[in-house]
């Protein structure tokens, strides 16, 4: 695939993200955050990076200056628990596990799959269900299991794995963007940098 033919195709899916959905992670962030519930974020390979990039920026750059802040924690940044989990119980159970020491009903799980089927993932999601708390599943390719199986499905349509990745990051940058025009309306914006806010 060329450079032009990847930019068309993360056109064209980006065209196709359904902003209903968007609207609602937004009003599921809002609520977690007015609770004071914590979002639990997860994947592997490039969907961890996701995972461990959105977690970073609604720590930081959507709580920057807020007396109440977004309780958001990715389960995939804790090397030395996962390592132990995947060595000693196995690969399926690293984030259902650390969910068993911390997950409440209120809270809210967000699992991150390309192609939709991560048994780890899956695992920890249903889980998360019985204990009543909500999910959202991100997913590409055709969805797998868990488009079908979460509370709310952010998918990107194409069949590609970069193309999945890209849309998911972007998803989370839309709901950052419209959570911080909700809680910090000055800052959210469109110009003014992370520099001017930090110095003024």
């Known amino acids: 695939m060329t450079s032009k033919e990847y930019l068309k195709l993360l056109q064209s899916t980006l065209n196709e993200v359904d902003l209903q959905s968007v609207e609602k992670m937004k009003t599921i962030f809002l609520e977690a955050h007015e609770k004071g519930s914590k979002i639990y974020t997860m ?119 970069e193309i999945a990745e890209d849309i998911h990051m972007a998803v989370f940058n839309m709901v950052k963007k419209e959570v911080m025009s909700v809680l910090m309306p000055k800052n959210a914006s469109m110009g003014e940098t992370y520099d001017n806010r930090v110095t003024k």
């Open 43 to 161: 994947g592997n390979g490039g969907s961890a990076a996701n995972a461990s990039h959105a977690a970073g920026d609604f720590l930081k750059g959507a709580s920057f200056g807020l007396k109440k802040r977004f309780n958001i924690i990715c389960l995939n940044d804790n090397t030395p628990s996962l390592m132990a989990i995947a060595n000693d119980v196995g690969w399926d159970d690293i984030f259902i596990e650390p969910l068993k020491n911390f997950l409440k009903p209120e809270d809210v799980v967000i699992g991150i799959s390309g192609s939709g089927n991560s048994k780890n993932v899956l695992k920890a999601i249903h889980y998360s269900k019985k204990i009543g708390a909500k999910t959202i599943g991100m997913t590409g390719f055709n969805g797998g299991e868990l488009k079908n199986v979460c509370d709310l499905s952010i998918h990107s349509p194409a069949m590609d794995m």
